[in-house]
């Protein structure tokens, strides 16, 4: 998780993100030393909820090694996909249009991303069982 200074403001905080919000390290209560910190996080329309991972070009962690652009199209989320994908852990399928299909080999999960490609924003994350 990246924690972030409480008192000190960060891009997340003045860069309006719909959907997102911080958790607070007070409220975390099984992990330690958190107090003062905050995490950025987004949910999406389907009620998932995840961590925001770099301020100047806002990443999507989803699960493991895999985090993808909140600001961009289906083809170039769909490439750094691939790129993540390397290592094995999960395979990358996609329907040519707008979403991703994730399939985690770790949590055998399926996650479909979609993207709105005129907007150049991920829209929304949904989570399966495999």
Known sequence: MYWYNKEQQSAFDTTPIEGM??????????????????????????????????????????????????????ATAQQQAHECAEDGWFTVFGNGCDQLELWSHETEEVFFVTYDNVAKKMTDVTICAA
């Not at 209560?29 to 009620?47: A, R, T, V, Y």
């Open 21 to 74: 919000y911080f958790l607070i390290g007070a409220l975390v209560q099984e992990l330690q030393g958190l107090d003062g910190l905050k995490c950025p996080q987004i949910s999406f329309p389907s009620g998932e909820s995840f961590e925001i991972w770099d301020e100047e070009n806002p990443q999507v962690h989803l699960f493991g090694g895999m985090e993808l652009p909140l600001y961009a199209t289906y």
